[in-house]
T-cell receptor, first 110, second 116 residues
């Protein structure tokens, strides 16, 4: 079964510190992974996709198939990064569904 | 810019009522989804649809049904609302073309339903 695990419900860092939000997945095929973000009182929105290998708002994420991980990283956290972050897995093969993790609430303290 | 509009931001309904949640998208997307979002549980898929009049059950379909009579509209129906259906409901859409890998989902702003 496809599963996404985000082991931390809450993560708190200080402004300027590095931040890493962990995501592990379980899927036997070729995964497609995403990070979504939800800022306070805003709709859930796509942050980045592993296939595009992009950096958005200073965040990056690398797919590690050996460790089945897709951790989200930023070298210097900002207060505006405080939000709820969800890792999501698409199982491909024509499947249009996304399986979401339970989310990590990131708080960046001044 | 894709827009997914959910008709109500807040709803309060009584136990046993039939509840309709409406979602409309304006970008001709084939796929539409209903999730519920609960603290500590993340997003759980209720139902989804790949085409008009087509529907498939997600992970938690019990107590819900859906309707997709037009491509742009996907309705979630709570046949007889119960207190354990109090939640935030999110609608999303995506295009068939390489989705969700290339484009991901576009979400609505959500409907917070309280069943009393």
């Amino acid at each position: 079964a496809q599963r996404v695990t985000q082991p931390e419900k809450l993560l708190s860092v200080f402004k300027g510190a590095p931040v890493e939000l962990k995501c592990n997945y379980s899927y036997s095929g070729s995964p497609e992974l995403f990070w979504y973000v939800q800022y306070s009182r805003q709709r859930l929105q796509l942050l980045l996709r592993h296939i595009s290998r992009e950096s958005i708002k200073g965040f990056t994420a690398d797919l590690n198939k050996g460790e089945t991980s897709f951790h989200l990283k930023k070298p210097f956290a900002q207060e505006e990064d405080s939000a709820m972050y969800y890792c999501a897995l698409a199982t491909g093969g024509g499947s249009e569904k996304l399986v979401f993790g339970k989310g990590t609430k990131l708080t960046v303290n001044p | 810019d894709v827009k997914v509009t959910q008709s109500s931001r807040y709803l309060v309904k009584r136990t046993g009522e039939k509840v309709f949640l409406e979602c409309v998208q304006d970008m001709d997307h084939e796929n539409m989804f209903w999730y519920r979002q609960d603290p500590g549980l993340g997003l759980r898929l209720i139902y989804f649809s790949y085409d008009v009049k087509m529907k498939e059950k997600g992970d938690i379909p019990e107590g819900y049904s859906v309707s997709r009579e037009k491509k742009e509209r996907f309705s979630l129906i709570l046949e007889s609302a119960s207190t354990n259906q109090t939640s935030m409901y999110l609608c999303a859409s995506s295009s068939h073309l390489g989705a969700p890998a290339n484009y991901g989902y576009t979400f609505g702003s959500g409907t917070r339903l309280t069943v009393v």
